[in-house]
Nanobody, 122 residues
Framework: VQLQASGGGLVQAGDSLRLSCAASGRTFSRYGMGWFRQAPEKEREFVATISPLGRITYYGDSVKGRLTVSRDNAKNIVYLQMNSLKPEDTAVYYC????????????????WGQGTQVTVSS
C-alpha cells in the first residue's frame, strides 16, 4: 500500500482544514487507517483511527470534538476534517495503514505516507 497525504497548509487559529490520504491498491477496505502527527522536538502522537469499513473510530484526547476521521473506500481515500484549529495542532500529519482493525499505537502500522505540514498561527 502506498499512501499520499495532502491538504496541509498555513491557517489561523479557529480555522478549518481537511487532510486527505490517497491509497494505492485494490484492498483498501481491508486496512485500518490512522492519522498521527509530530511537532518539532516532540514524539509522534496519535490523532485518529478508523476501522476498515469505517464503523469504528477513536481519537486522541487532545483532538476529541474538533477532528473527525472518515473514509471513502470506493475512492481509496481517508480524510481528517480539522475544525477549531489551535496553534498546538501545528505539526506534520501522517497517515498510516495496517492490515487489520484500528490501532492507536504507531508501531502497529505497516505503511506510512510522507506527511503534510499543518501550521496554525495565533
Amino acid at each position: 500500500v502506498q499512501l499520499q497525504a495532502s491538504g496541509g497548509g498555513l491557517v489561523q487559529a479557529g480555522d478549518s482544514l481537511r487532510l486527505s490520504c490517497a491509497a494505492s491498491g485494490r484492498t483498501f477496505s481491508r486496512y485500518g487507517m490512522g492519522w498521527f502527527r509530530q511537532a518539532p522536538e516532540k514524539e509522534r502522537e496519535f490523532v485518529a483511527t478508523i476501522s476498515p469499513l469505517g464503523r469504528i473510530t477513536y481519537y486522541g484526547d487532545s483532538v476529541k470534538g474538533r477532528l473527525t476521521v472518515s473514509r471513502d473506500n470506493a475512492k481509496n481515500i481517508v480524510y481528517l476534517q480539522m475544525n477549531s484549529l489551535k496553534p498546538e495542532d501545528t505539526a506534520v500529519y501522517y497517515c498510516a495503514a495496517r492490515g487489520g482493525p484500528t490501532a492507536t499505537v504507531a508501531s502497529l502500522y505497516e505503511y506510512w505516507g510522507q506527511g503534510t505540514q499543518v501550521t496554525v498561527s495565533s
